[in-house]
Structure formats: C-alpha cells, structure tokens
C-alpha cells in the first residue's frame, strides 16, 4: 500500500548541454499591496486615541502620588501635636 509505484516505460531524462549561454535573469515583480485611506486613517485615529489614553494615565498616577504626599505630611503634621 505504501510502496511507490513506478511507471512501466518511464521517460529518459532530459539530456543535459553544456553550452555556456548564460540564461536572462527572471525578473519578478513584488506583489501590490493595497491599503485604504480608511485603514490609514483608523490606524491613525487608534494611535492618536491610545496616546491620550495613555497621557490622562501618566497625569492621574502623578496627581494621585502628589496627592498622596501632601496627606502624609499633613496627618504626620497632626500626630506631632
């Protein structure tokens, strides 16, 4: 079931010359990829919208630690008392 099985009258192989002419290089052409001005712009519209989101997290972290910092002075300020 496994085993090859091979053509009755198989064809020769190609024969080969050795001649020097040197074949025309192939050119292949890269493949055009198109991108929508609407894919641009969501891309866009995405990074513009997640750095503001990531701004308004960076102020509010420090508001919060500069909050934090002056109710520590000031209840230490009041345990001295």
Request: aromatic letters at 4%.
């Given at each position: 079931?496994?085993?090859?099985?091979?053509?009755?009258?198989?064809?020769?192989?190609?024969?080969?010359?050795?001649?020097?002419?040197d074949p025309a290089p192939v050119q292949r052409t890269a493949p055009q990829i198109s991108v929508s001005t609407g894919a641009v712009t969501a891309?866009?519209?995405?990074?513009?919208?997640?750095?503001a989101l990531l701004a308004a997290v960076a102020v509010t972290a420090i508001s919060v630690a500069v909050a934090a910092v002056v109710l520590r002075s000031m209840l230490r300020d009041q345990h001295r008392f």
């Amino acid at each position: 079931m496994f085993l090859p099985k091979y053509p009755a009258n198989p064809t020769p192989p190609p024969a080969h010359s050795h001649t020097t002419v040197d074949p025309a290089p192939v050119q292949r052409t890269a493949p055009q990829i198109s991108v929508s001005t609407g894919a641009v712009t969501a891309v866009l519209v995405g990074g513009v919208v997640l750095t503001a989101l990531l701004a308004a997290v960076a102020v509010t972290a420090i508001s919060v630690a500069v909050a934090a910092v002056v109710l520590r002075s000031m209840l230490r300020d009041q345990h001295r008392f």
